[in-house]
């Protein structure tokens, strides 16, 4: 198969920076430091052989220290390794979607070799950011990490720095949002168990935060 074939080359072209490749599950990881770095293969259910292979990459960090941090603070069910990441175009700003045709047999090793490109010139460094936690956790201070959400980076900067770096970071937001201020007011002074389990919008999740974390 066009894809699986595919994927197996960019895997084989990972193994030499030291990614293992999970074929059943279509990601290769590594492990630096205390980080997970996995890059991910997805395809898409409109392919056509001969005339449409699609290739999207994901790339996320975990952390096992930020999960044993959030098992002694959250249910269990949300006490996950996630830090960081997403589809690959999501790394940075300067694309609205990364993909990858592999239908063309003549260009097919060209696309490849773009694909490892890509992940060499994108998604290597946005992984290298957090091999510095404490310049990572300044950096959310003052400017949003792309594919870095509100809570994890809050949470990241609580369990690598401390509280205090927690509340710079999600003072930096409130700088970022003031429009925001008035329902994060309402929510925060009672928030609904829906928001202390599972907050969606911004303004539950600053309210999630403020509650559960303690910051102000």
């Known amino acids: 198969m066009v894809y699986q074939a595919a994927c197996l080359s960019i895997a084989e072209a990972l193994a030499r920076l030291g990614f293992k490749y999970a074929k ?3 990601r290769c990881s590594r492990q630096a430091g205390d980080f997970q770095e996995e890059v991910s293969f997805q395809s898409s259910h409109y392919n056509a052989s001969g005339r449409h292979v699609q290739l999207w990459l994901h790339a996320t960090v975990a952390s ?3 999960q044993a941090w959030r098992q002694k603070r959250l249910p269990s069910e949300l006490a996950s ?3 960081a990441g997403g589809m690959v175009h999501l790394l940075g700003t300067q694309y ?3 993909q990858w045709e592999l ?11 773009d694909a490892v490109a890509f992940i060499r010139s ?3 460094p946005y992984f290298a950011r957090f091999s510095d936690t404490a310049g990572l ?15 994890p980076s809050v949470e990241f900067a609580h369990c690598f720095g401390g509280k205090d770096q927690a ?4 003072n930096r937001f409130l700088r970022d949002r003031p429009d925001l201020e008035p329902a994060i007011a309402l929510e925060a002074a009672n928030p609904s168990p829906s928001t202390l389990l599972r907050p969606g919008n911004y303004v539950q999740q600053v309210a999630y935060l403020k509650h559960l974390y303690g910051l102000a």
Not at 103 to 113: F, G, H, K, M, S
Not at 141 to 146: D, H, N, T
Not at 167 to 170: G, I, K, P, R, T
């Open 137 to 151: 956790i300044s950096l959310l201070a003052e400017q949003a990490v792309p594919a870095f959400d509100l809570v």
């Open 96 to 98: 609205a979607l990364v």
């Open 64 to 66: 096992r220290a930020l």
């Open 167 to 170: 509340q710079a970071v999600l």
């Open 122 to 124: 994108d998604v290597l």
């Open 24 to 26: 059943s599950k279509q």
């Open 103 to 113: 239908a063309d047999p003549r260009d097919r090793r060209q696309t490849i070799e």
């Open 81 to 83: 390794a996630h830090v």
